[in-house]
């Protein structure tokens, strides 16, 4: 067995101090499993210690969950832990926001771009390999998220000395004084935390920018809003910065930041034998129920442009609806009978009660509706369902 896997071993198996997810021992010591764990890694630390991992997957949903795991599993009044992770292509919104005013749904859909719902509040990011995160875990007393922003911008100034980098009062990182290049989220839980925060590199601002604006009208949230700043990418002010440069500065730092002597260690979160549960916390992130569900109530008041293309006769139609848990509570549409008769639009409300508010799912209910029209009335009605899936998203 190598060094290395010997040493990735003994890591995880030092990570386990309070899950009692580990059986190293045979059947008849069962009953010690929680125990022996934190016996391990009390005896092998006189005091306080520090882990540094970086995570070999790129999905998003993995790396969150690998994040939900280490809360919930490891010691951290034993050890305090950095994770350094990057995915491929997604928007990643705060656990209060309302993902249909933060991001452009139809042009994530279309271009592949995952959507997925952090535990931590805070604003919403793109994420892209061209961005760095860090996740600082550590007791919910030793919580400073000032002290974890030192370490990135002493990090930065370590590498490239002429980078003028500061720590805001809103615990982001500014270059120059001016441009975001990184944000802040956490989360606290009765004994743990964790503070994570992006840094941008090489990131695709075109994408960034594409995919961070919103294309629904008429919504109105008391979800926690996501504050628009400039940003840029450390690339474009240091180009010769290298990924193995910037991660070595981090590692050096969060070491001689804490008093640790930490290695990077590289760690799987698909390794089951590792990391068990982890994929059953990666399916529920990835899932609509929590992605769109747990988005905060919600209602849309919005007018509808209306347009006959065989007639080019133009109306408008007024839309309200209630929207909770991400599904439709009620709906009401104001649409001149000269247009469309009662009957008709008011099928349409009956049917989409009940449906998420998803342009996906519910564009097969209105497609049985519009089976059941021809002629000047299919179009019409046509037209209105196509408003009102715009709306979301």
Known sequence: MSVMI???????????GRSGACRFQTNNQSSRTSSSGRSLLKASDSSSSGLILQSQSTDVYQNLALEDWI??????????????????????????????????????????????????????????????????????????????????????RHVRPELDVQATDRFDILLNGHYKISGTASRLSRK??????????????????????????????????SVPSPVTNLLDHAPTLQWEELLDGIVYKYNEEFGFSSSL???????????????????????????????????????????????????????HMEVKNGLIESCELDVPTDWLPCRLSGELMDMLVGERFCPQGTSVVVAALLRSESGVLHARLHNLCDAVLSVMG
């Open 192 to 225: 743990s935390s964790y503070h994570h925060c992006t840094l941008l590199h090489s990131a695709d601002r075109s994408a960034l920018s594409a995919t961070l604006h919103t294309t629904c009208q008429g919504i109105q949230s008391n979800a926690t809003p």
């Open 71 to 156: 809360d919930a599993n490891v010691d951290l009044e034993q050890r305090s832990v950095l994770l350094l992770w990057r995915n491929r292509p997604a928007v990643v919104i705060g656990r209060h926001q309302n993902p249909w005013t933060e991001c452009n749904l139809s042009a994530m859909t279309k271009a592949g771009i995952p959507l997925a719902r952090r535990r931590s509040g805070g604003g919403t990011v793109f994420h892209d390999l061209g961005n760095l995160n860090l996740t600082f875990f550590t007791t919910k007393k030793a919580y400073n998220r000032q002290r974890n922003l030192k370490v990135i911008t002493e990090a930065l």
């Open 265 to 319: 260690t590289h760690v799987n979160p698909s390794d089951e034998s590792m990391f068990p549960g982890l994929s059953r916390t990666a399916t529920e992130l990835s899932s609509w129920d929590w992605t769109f569900g747990k988005t905060p109530k919600f209602s849309v008041h919005t007018v509808l442009d209306l347009t006959d293309n065989h007639s080019s006769a133009r109306s408008s139609a007024r839309l």
């Open 6 to 16: 010997m040493h990735i071993r003994r890591t995880l198996y030092l990570l386990r």
